[in-house]
């Protein structure tokens, strides 16, 4: 079984692939080692073979792991945030993804106002348009635009999404396309830098990369299959 150290070499090789094939700059597209359900052991494994940043998407299990992890490693939250776990987020995480509707992007305003902390933080957009998917329609996105850039303590970086799950990673390149297009109108219409494009998993990375992707969560393709009796 390959250790996650040889895991870490060839997913950044098949990124560096990508970028080649796009005739894109490696240094904008950062990898996003995501943790969930990985203890912290197998994350120190990843720091030593040069992983800096991580992606977890419970607040309660960063909480629980981050302090055990050297202080200078970077972390970023890419899940779902409930609005009782948002003042407990902030101070951990260096990038929210997942800020997926303007109730939550007020409420994480508000908090983060009452905690002195100016988030960094990207849209999620449901470009499928899935029940079972949190995140911004397209077009509802575009009509909150101006009440989301308004809210001064949140620094709007960019966007992110979830393509449908698919067995073909050809299937997701309509969406990254997508993402990126409506990136590229909004930052027009609106006059605004949103120079982050989270999107691309372990099924689907190289493909988001080739299409734009500055972020890239890629967790099974480095740690293995995920605990179930952690899920």
Same mark, same amino acid.
């Given at each position: 079984?390959?250790?996650?150290?040889?895991?870490?070499?060839? =997913?950044?090789?098949?990124?560096?692939?990508?970028?080649?094939?796009?005739?894109?700059?490696?240094?904008?597209?950062?990898? =996003?080692?995501?943790?969930?359900?990985?203890?912290?052991?197998?994350?120190?494994?990843?720091?030593?073979?040069?992983?800096? &940043? %991580?992606?977890?998407?419970?607040?309660?299990?960063?909480?629980?792991?981050?302090?055990?992890?050297?202080?200078?490693?970077?972390?970023?939250? =890419?899940?779902? &945030?409930?609005?009782?776990?948002?003042?407990?987020?902030?101070?951990?995480?260096?990038?929210?993804?997942? =800020?997926?509707?303007?109730?939550?992007?007020?409420?994480?305003?508000?908090?983060?106002?009452?905690?002195?902390?100016?988030?960094?933080?990207?849209?999620?957009?449901?470009?499928?348009?899935?029940?079972?998917? %949190?995140?911004?329609?397209?077009?509802?996105?575009?009509?909150?635009?101006?009440?989301?850039?308004?809210?001064?303590?949140?620094?709007?970086?960019?966007?992110?999404?979830?393509?449908?799950?698919?067995?073909?990673?050809?299937?997701?390149?309509?969406?990254?396309?997508?993402?990126?297009?409506?990136?590229?109108? &909004?930052?027009?219409?609106?006059?605004?830098?949103?120079?982050?494009?989270?999107?691309?998993?372990?099924?689907?990375?190289?493909?988001?990369?080739?299409?734009?992707?500055?972020?890239?969560?890629?967790?099974?393709?480095?740690?293995?299959?995920?605990?179930?009796?952690?899920?």
């Amino acid at each position: 079984m390959p250790s996650i150290a040889e895991n870490l070499a060839r =997913v950044r090789a098949q990124i560096a692939q990508a970028a080649a094939k796009a005739n894109r700059n490696l240094d904008e597209i950062d990898l =996003v080692a995501i943790t969930k359900t990985h203890p912290a052991e197998k994350v120190r494994e990843a720091i030593e073979a040069g992983q800096n &940043l %991580f992606g977890e998407s419970r607040v309660q299990e960063a909480r629980a792991k981050i302090p055990e992890l050297p202080s200078n490693v970077r972390w970023d939250f =890419v899940g779902h &945030l409930q609005k009782n776990k948002i003042r407990h987020a902030l101070p951990l995480f260096e990038l929210i993804h997942s =800020v997926d509707s303007l109730q939550v992007a007020r409420d994480m305003n508000r908090i983060a106002e009452e905690e002195g902390l100016h988030p960094r933080v990207l849209l999620e957009v449901n470009l499928a348009g899935e029940g079972s998917k %949190f995140g911004f329609a397209t077009n509802k996105l575009r009509e909150e635009m101006e009440r989301l850039l308004s809210l001064s303590r949140l620094s709007i970086l960019g966007l992110m999404t979830i393509p449908p799950i698919a067995e073909e990673a050809e299937a997701s390149r309509k969406y990254f396309v997508q993402l990126r297009e409506l990136r590229n109108r &909004l930052q027009t219409e609106f006059r605004v830098d949103l120079a982050q494009l989270s999107m691309g998993m372990t099924q689907d990375y190289a493909v988001a990369v080739e299409e734009g992707a500055t972020l890239v969560r890629v967790g099974t393709a480095i740690f293995g299959e995920r605990s179930r009796k952690s899920e």
